[in-house]
């Protein structure tokens, strides 16, 4: 999903710092609100009825639905890169592509959101509706499965992983994985689903790493 000196600014205003926090506490609240009823059925009048808020008061931090949909993908956005990129920073190859897994895992199993993994269920929201929101949506996944891959391609740089590995192969294989396991949690209420899933991922490094290991 990218560092945290990828996160963007939503807006020039400068905030006071109480502003600040009752921002944040909004969108703590439309986060887990969206991750359970979806990111398109998110509009001011809902979250204002769920935070017992006026209209007015939403409309004074978020001036309009897109707005507001916009700023929870970010809010979104900044729980992933704590719970699951800043954890593994500082590490190299196998470790790293390790490290990032298995903090997802944990991020999704946690509940970091209420409906599970906030991103997966956008991404199929949002996989036909255009415009700034799919537009976010896309370019942090892009992010993510670039990060993958990269994480390989280093791995191979250091000699963990054998030359005839394809990075981005593997890094498919590890997003549809866990986006399996998300979907099949949450539709099949499978306690099983992640697990499996992480077995499987796994077993996927495992193989690369032998095949660096045969390079030798």
Not at 148 to 169: D, H, S
Not at 173 to 182: K, Q, S, T, V, W
Request: proline content about 3%; glycine content about 8%.
């Amino acid at each position: 999903m990218g560092s945290s000196a990828r996160h963007s600014r939503l807006t020039a205003r400068p905030r006071r710092p109480r502003g600040l926090r009752t921002r944040r506490s909004i969108l703590d609240r439309a986060v887990a609100l969206a991750s359970l009823e979806g990111l398109e059925s998110l509009t001011i009048g809902r979250l204002a009825s769920a935070l017992h808020m006026s209209k007015s008061g939403l409309f004074a931090h978020f001036g309009s639905k897109e707005e507001l949909q916009c700023a929870v993908v970010e809010a979104a956005k900044d729980i992933f890169v704590r719970q699951v990129m800043l954890p593994a920073a500082g590490l190299k190859g196998l470790r790293r592509l390790r490290s990032l897994c298995e903090n997802w895992f944990r991020y999704t199993e946690l509940q970091a959101f209420p409906g599970g993994c906030f991103f997966s269920a956008a991404s199929l929201e949002y996989d036909d509706r255009p415009g700034k929101v799919r537009d976010r949506i896309l370019e942090l996944m892009q992010h993510w499965l670039l990060d993958l891959e990269e994480t390989v391609r280093e791995a191979q740089a250091k000699g963990e992983v054998g030359r005839e590995v394809a990075p981005g192969q593997v890094a498919f294989e590890i997003h549809a994985l866990a986006m399996g396991a998300n979907w099949r949690s949450r539709l099949f209420r499978d306690s099983a689903a992640y697990s499996s899933a992480r077995r499987a991922i796994r077993m996927r490094i495992n193989q690369i790493a032998q095949s660096g290991r045969k390079d030798k």
